[in-house]
């Protein structure tokens, strides 16, 4: 496993971050804000384009996502990292794309049908419901094994691709997060299944 | 070790700094929403290569898109130094009132921070806030663009920002009352990108994301 410190140069993001409030627009704030920037230019742009899966559509989200950071950067108060506030726009930003955009059904790895038997889970029914998401987590948990509840979570929630998955979850088994889903469709099915004979008795 | 499942993100980036099988870490790895989210901020920051993306070219791009959006998006800084002459306080016998005032706001805000979870979690939530403007419809025909946008509620009327190759602007078209507007380009002009903005006074209170004008005329 790589190690998560390698992107980490010892570096004074906060005092960049001030001189970026204190100057603004000025030569010292635009350079201070190029100088923030610079190494995020890559983790934004590749981030972007797990999602679009296209060069020039991910340069378009980073760059919305560099705007937006940019615009807002007078809010940010350093009570966390700008690596993490940062990747909160992008994660919001590509979810936000990829939900405005034609869904396309893949029937061997997602899930709208196998929820549609629960559909207080179901989080194709209403993402920003928490009252499903809060049951989609405990079918989950109470169904599948850890690996399989993040790919689950990845895929209905997160709506990542299978290929996506497969690299953040560094799955080596040769059919990656496809066989994975595959498998957690099958047992939540099931699971999902003997609830209702359950109830009918 | 116990794990509460968090609905943001507070306190990844700290998590991050511990080695990995850490059970501080571990605890949040094993939770199914915790976890993929934890994971995906891990891989953010590693920003491994992915087949077909090119790095290069997008940091080229990236570079000269946030020199010249800094120059827009950052505040202007004050121009003059000079202050004004000051007030003179219309009720001298009320003067203790700001200072008091300002120590009891200093301690509600203290308090505040103290609850479990206060300290952090809004920072991880705040940009959502940011306004911005949805654009429905960039096409160009006959070398005039057509734009179309979803309309910001407060705005009283929108124009468009016209830019080059280097993203620098190089004249506005509007404003308009209408979320619709077609402009008329000279190619000679050179221009790239176009982007929309919201007004209210001729004040800026929101903004599209910048857009590619179409390669290719559409028909």
Not at chain 1, 48 to 73: G, K, P, T
Not at chain 1, 180 to 201: F, I, N, P, S, T
Not at chain 2, 123 to 146: F, H, K, T, Y
Request: hydrophobic letters at 45%; charged letters at 30%.
């Amino acid at each position: 496993m790589t190690s998560p410190e390698r992107i980490r140069e010892p570096r004074d993001e906060a005092a960049l971050i001030r001189t970026i409030r204190a100057e603004g627009a000025s030569v010292l704030g635009r350079r201070a804000a190029n100088e923030l920037l610079l190494p995020y230019q890559r983790p934004v742009y590749l981030w972007c384009y797990r999602y679009v899966n296209n060069h020039e559509q991910a340069l378009d989200l980073a760059q919305d996502v560099f705007m937006r950071a940019l615009r807002s950067i007078s809010s940010f108060e350093g009570r966390s990292d700008f690596s993490l506030w940062l990747f909160v726009i992008v994660r919001n930003r590509c979810l936000s794309a990829i939900r405005r955009a034609d869904p396309v059904v893949d029937a061997e790895v997602d899930f709208d049908d196998v929820f549609a038997a629960d559909e207080h889970a179901n989080p194709g029914r209403q993402l920003e419901d928490d009252e499903a998401e809060e049951r989609l987590l405990a079918l989950i948990r109470d169904t599948l094994d850890p690996i399989e509840q993040k790919a689950v979570w990845m895929r209905c929630m997160d709506r990542m691709s299978v290929e996506a998955i497969t690299e953040i979850l560094e799955i080596e088994e040769r059919s990656g997060a496809r066989g994975v889903l595959q498998r957690a469709r099958r047992k939540l099915k099931a699971a999902l299944e003997a609830r209702d004979r359950e109830e009918e008795r | 070790m116990s794990h509460t499942c968090r609905e943001d993100m507070s306190g990844f980036d700290q998590l991050l700094k511990l080695p990995p099988g850490h059970p501080n870490r571990k605890v949040v790895e094993d939770c199914p929403r915790c976890g993929a989210r934890f994971l995906a901020y891990r891989k953010f920051m590693l920003a491994d290569d992915l087949s077909g993306a090119d790095t290069k070219a997008a940091q080229r791009h990236l570079s000269a898109f946030i020199e010249a959006e800094a120059a827009r998006s950052l505040p202007q800084p004050n121009v003059s130094k000079q202050t004004a002459p000051r007030a003179r306080f219309a009720f001298p016998q009320l003067r203790w009132v700001v200072p008091v005032a300002a120590v009891l706001v200093a301690v509600a805000i203290g308090v505040w921070r103290m609850q479990p979870g206060a300290d952090r979690a809004p920072e991880v939530r705040a940009v959502e806030d940011a306004a911005s403007i949805e654009l429905l419809q960039v096409q160009l025909m006959n070398g005039v663009v057509d734009l179309t946008w979803e309309p910001v509620p407060t705005a009283e009327e929108y124009a468009v920002r016209l830019l080059d190759q280097s993203f620098a602007e190089i004249r506005r078209a509007g404003p308009v009352a209408t979320t619709t507007l077609r402009v008329d380009l000279d190619p000679a002009e050179g221009v790239r990108y176009c982007q929309v903005v919201a007004l209210v006074s001729g004040d800026e209170i929101a903004v599209s994301p910048i857009r590619r004008l179409p390669a290719t005329e559409s028909r």
